[in-house]
């Protein structure tokens, strides 16, 4: 009975290591992968103040003022994946798994 246990017990702290292994596993990937983007910009002052602008007062004005800021900031994140893409095809050329890298990234600008 004792033997039975110990066994299940054994079984039991194995899963929850190799739980923990490919949770671990899996962050470092994330943490070395060149594509993805670990940071986040900050918001603009502007940005804030037309956030708390518009909570005050939900006008159409302060929808739209709001809206093209936020279009604005957006295709500023575009132009910067357009960068990181164009400078990515340099880089991959030629190298093996470059062209997957590279569709893996079109796809991401893309979206």
Same mark, same amino acid.
């Given at each position: *009975? ?7 017990? &054994?079984?039991?702290? *194995? ?8 949770? &671990? ?15 986040? =910009? ?15 007062? =939900? ?6 003022? &709001? !809206? ?9 994140? &575009?132009? !910067? ?7 990515? !095809? ?5 190298? =093996? ?12 600008? !893309?979206?």
């Amino acid at each position: *009975m004792k033997k039975k246990r110990i066994s299940y017990l &054994l079984a039991a702290c *194995m899963t929850i290591c190799l739980f923990f292994s490919v949770a &671990l596993t899996a962050c470092a990937s994330y943490e070395k992968s060149a594509l993805i983007e670990k940071e986040q =910009p900050e918001l603009t002052e502007e940005t804030k103040q037309l956030i708390s602008l518009y909570q005050k007062s =939900p006008t159409e004005e302060n929808y739209l003022n &709001l !809206r093209d800021v936020v279009i604005k900031n957006y295709n500023a994140v &575009l132009a !910067r994946k357009e960068e990181k893409l164009s400078e990515l !095809r340099g880089e991959a050329a030629g190298k =093996p798994g470059g062209e997957k890298i590279i569709s893996e990234m079109e796809e991401i600008v !893309r979206i």
